[in-house]
């Protein structure tokens, strides 16, 4: 990832309502990926991309929702 990242502004979790939410990364994650996770700055989802995996994932309770409109909408700053 070569954008700062940081918690999704305005992105409440719909399971406990916290404004939590942090990009969910799917696929094979580089260096930079697992340091960002462990800052708890991402989630990694796994390896495998199905066609409707969740875009956003809640740092309180763990909760995994969204889609790529959520995630172009809210953006990550850039």
Known sequence: ???????QVGRVCPSCGRE???PLLWGMPG?????LADRELVALGGCM????E?????RACGM???????VEDGGLPG
Not at 64 to 70: A, L, P, R, Y
């Open 54 to 58: 969740p875009t956003l994932a809640c």
């Open 1 to 7: 990832m070569s954008e700062p990242v940081r918690v």
């Open 49 to 52: 991309l199905g066609p409707d």
């Open 31 to 35: 260096p930079e990926d697992f340091e």
């Open 20 to 22: 939590e939410s942090i």
């Open 64 to 70: 995994q929702w969204g889609s790529d409109e959520d």
